[in-house]
């Protein structure tokens, strides 16, 4: 499935997680890991590696914030 194709399954059903990984292992670069579930009859998940850099836009552009 592209991703163009698993996005349009994205609705306001869906749950959606962003995971700043501020621990990762030594040889992996600062990420970002985001996924999401359809929670629909049919579960269809998608995950994305994020490097920490290409984070910035994504966060304003969705007004993302940090849950303690």
């Known amino acids: 499935m592209t991703f163009e194709e698993i ?3 994205f609705t306001n059903k869906a749950h959606f ?3 700043d990984r501020k621990y ?3 040889d992996e670069k600062k990420h970002f890991e ?3 579930s ?3 009859e ?10 920490d850099e290409k984070m910035p836009p994504i966060i304003e552009k969705y007004n993302l914030n ?3």
């Not at 049919?42 to 490097?51: A, K, N, Q, S």
């Open 42 to 51: 049919i579960d269809y998940f998608l995950f994305m590696w994020v490097e």
């Open 34 to 36: 985001i996924g999401f």
């Open 17 to 19: 997680v962003v995971i």
């Open 38 to 40: 359809t929670m629909s």
């Open 7 to 9: 996005m349009e399954k």
């Open 66 to 68: 940090a849950l303690i």
């Open 24 to 26: 990762h292992l030594r």
